[in-house]
């Protein structure tokens, strides 16, 4: 019956997932561009770490879902779920003004089954990219002022079906078979906002995306005393076409000074559910850990993605190739400690530079964190392990030179892990 209880828990937290993931989670002019802030397949354990990843094939005393590469579902022994959420705290600085928010969501589930001694399925959900932004840019036309809006709201998530197996003594392979899916609306509004009767414009695009993208992932580990081993791993993708569905709307409207009320004078439909393509590029992504086991880990990574690539519906979307560095590790003082929970938990730090693919006036666009984590782990049963994973990266991005926009974050990310024998029978119960 408890087991019973535990797959009906599931399935709900799936289903609110879906809705829930939907939602945008910025509010960053920077998301205009592309198909928004991408995100990253990262649980909170790597996060803690500044994102590390892509060389670790298992860590600590308790069992992790590693999504970024899934050979390393070959070393999971244990049915694994890990459910969490997410909070952003901005500060956007321009031209001495600063504005501040706060936005937060269901960040992400998880499931890892074994299938075998040396290899597991894992699946779940957690955003691919997020798009939120709201802002205004103001202009001079002739003699009259003018404004342009910018909005737009939405994002795509990414499900994920994945399996890795253990090839040998020291390689594992795998893969995700992963569907993304989701809308990215944008608006673009002149207004003539100080004078009466004047006809304003609005341009709204709607851009529903879904298609599948195969994700593959390689792993080496090899010891290097009888306590310490090396990790050394690789994930991509290759170009992927996946379908979209396409809205756009054009309106004329004036506007009441006094009460910001619209009335839409006419409007013409330019396309509506016109089909179209949208070419995801290449990534490449390497990494090494090295880990001494149920004590220390330090590693780090290297990735980069092709987005001078990516074309939506015949067009290319003007940005650059990005790369990116993590490099961080995690310590646990004494893993079989008894009387000091202290030596119990996880504690990691790392650190996280990107260059995006953005370059806006001719600059740039750099974010980078500092990240720190913990790893907490509860009162656990016979066979079931309970851990809470706490994360927060403490970062910018941008630049307030040129008349941009500079963004102050601290993201702070929750994670809960349960470790179980759910799918094994036992000769007594």
């Known amino acids: 019956m408890i087991k019973i209880q535990k797959y009906y828990f599931t399935l709900v937290l799936l289903v609110i997932s879906l809705a829930v993931m939907a ?4 509010n960053s002019p920077y998301s205009k561009f592309g198909l928004g802030t991408i995100k990253g397949a990262y649980l909170p354990q790597n996060k803690g770490m500044g994102n590390l990843a892509f060389g670790i094939s298992s860590y600590g005393g308790y069992q992790n879902i590693n999504i970024s590469n899934p050979a390393s579902y070959a070393h999971i022994r244990l049915t694994t779920f890990d459910i969490g959420a997410s909070g952003e705290i901005q500060n956007l600085n321009k031209n001495g003004l600063s504005e501040k928010g706060f936005n937060g969501a269901l960040s992400h589930l998880a499931f890892a089954i ?23 840019n103001a202009a001079r036309v002739d003699t009259f002022n003018i404004e342009h809006i910018y909005s737009g709201e939405g994002g795509l998530s990414k499900a994920y079906l994945g399996y890795g ?18 809308n990215l609306k944008q608006s673009a509004s002149t207004e003539f906002s100080k004078y009466i009767g004047f006809l304003n414009s609005r341009k709204q695009t709607e ?27 690789y994930a991509g993708n290759a170009n992927t076409n996946l379908h979209t569905s396409n809205k756009i709307l054009y309106t004329r409207y004036q506007k009441d000074i006094s009460t910001d009320r619209e009335f839409v004078s006419d409007s013409s439909l330019f396309k509506n559910n016109a089909s179209g393509k949208l070419l995801l590029p290449t990534s490449n992504n390497f990494g090494f850990s090295i880990q001494k086991l149920n004590h220390w880990l330090i590693g780090a990574d290297f990735r980069t993605t092709g987005w001078a690539q990516l074309v939506r519906n015949d067009v290319n979307q003007n940005l650059n190739n990005s790369w990116g560095v993590s490099v961080g590790g995690q310590i646990t003082p004494n893993i079989n400690a008894i009387a000091n929970y202290l030596a119990l938990i996880d504690y990691r730090v790392g650190i996280n530079y990107d260059k995006t693919y953005m370059n806006v006036s001719q600059i740039d666009i750099k974010s980078s964190s500092l990240n720190l984590g913990l790893g907490l782990p509860l009162l656990s049963g016979r066979s079931t392990f309970y851990k809470i994973n706490l994360a927060a990266e403490i970062g910018k ?10 963004e102050k974050f601290v993201n702070i990310h929750l ?4 470790n179980d024998r759910w799918f094994q029978k036992y000769k007594f119960d």
Do not use: C, M, W
């Open 23 to 26: 939602q945008s989670t910025t």
């Open 114 to 136: 074994p299938v075998t001694q040396k290899s597991a399925l894992s699946f779940g959900l957690l955003p691919y990219s997020n798009l939120g932004y709201n802002f205004t």
């Open 165 to 182: 197996i253990q090839l040998g003594k020291h390689f594992s392979v795998g893969a995700n078979v992963t569907y993304l899916f989701g």
């Open 207 to 233: 851009n529903s995306v879904g298609g599948l993208v195969a994700e593959y992932g390689v792993q080496y580990t090899t010891a290097l005393n009888k306590k310490t081993k090396l990790t050394i791993g």
């Open 397 to 406: 991005r941008g630049t307030t030179y040129n008349n941009l926009v500079k």
């Open 415 to 418: 994670g809960f892990t349960i």
